[in-house]
Every structure is written in C-alpha cells, then in structure tokens.
C-alpha cells in the first residue's frame, strides 16, 4: 500500500518561509519522479515543480523559479519544497505526487501522476 505523509504546512507571513516535507513508502522510492502541487480555492490544481527519480535534478514553475527549492533524500523516501519569499497568492493546498521512471524525465502535468499525497495547508498572510 502506497502511503504518504506530509508536513510543515501552516499560516506565515508574506516574504516569509515554510519547508514541506513528503515521506512516501510503499514502493522503490528511487525509481520515482516526486512533483509538488497546489490548488488554490476555485482554481485548477497547477504543478509547483517536480524533481527527477536518480539524479534529483529539478523542475520549477516560472511562478516559483527563484523562490521555491525542492530536494530529496532517497535514503529517508523523503521530498522536501523549501518555500522562501512567500506570497499571498502562494496560499493553497500543497500536494506531494509520484510516478514511476527509471529514466530521469519529468512530468508536469497533473494526469501524468499515479499517487496523490492528502495534502497541506500552506496560508500567507498580507
């Protein structure tokens, strides 16, 4: 059973920071691409970034490029989005997402994921 866990969600002011953490289990973690969303109340879920299966090498929204880190530790089946000079219109429900490949290819739409996390808060204030 593919299980996630995710934290550090929470209220912060804007040009602050938050760092969400996604531990997943239930498969080779190695052997997957993590993406990070969000969806903000009456709009489309929208990809934040992703980061490759092996190399870690990552992929960001020109909304976040700058701002937002992501990183994992494959040793602890962990994925972690470092959010830094935080917005008001960065509030949203923030998702962890996986998908199975060996290669290191990433994926930037929602349909191209296979798990979902539940998801975490993530509220700035003005």
């Known amino acids: 059973e593919v299980q996630f866990v995710e934290s550090g969600g929470g209220l912060v002011q804007t040009g602050g920071s938050l760092r969400l953490s996604c531990v997943v289990s239930?498969?080779?973690?190695?052997?997957?691409?993590i993406g990070w969303f969000r969806q903000a109340p009456g709009k489309e879920r929208e990809e934040v970034g992703c980061?490759?299966?092996?190399?870690?090498?990552?992929y960001y929204a020109d909304s976040v490029k700058g701002r937002f880190t992501i990183s994992r530790d494959n040793a602890k089946n962990t994925v972690n989005l470092q959010m830094n000079m935080l917005k008001p219109e960065d509030t949203a429900v923030y998702y962890c997402?996986?998908?199975?490949?060996?290669?290191?290819?990433?994926?930037?739409?929602?349909?191209?994921?296979?798990?979902w996390g539940p998801g975490t808060q993530v509220t700035v204030s003005s």
């Open positions: 997402a996986a998908q199975y490949s060996i290669i290191d290819k990433i994926f930037v739409s929602k349909n191209e994921y296979a798990y």
């Open positions: 239930g498969f080779n973690f190695d052997d997957y691409v």
């Open positions: 980061i490759t299966s092996s190399d870690g090498r990552g």
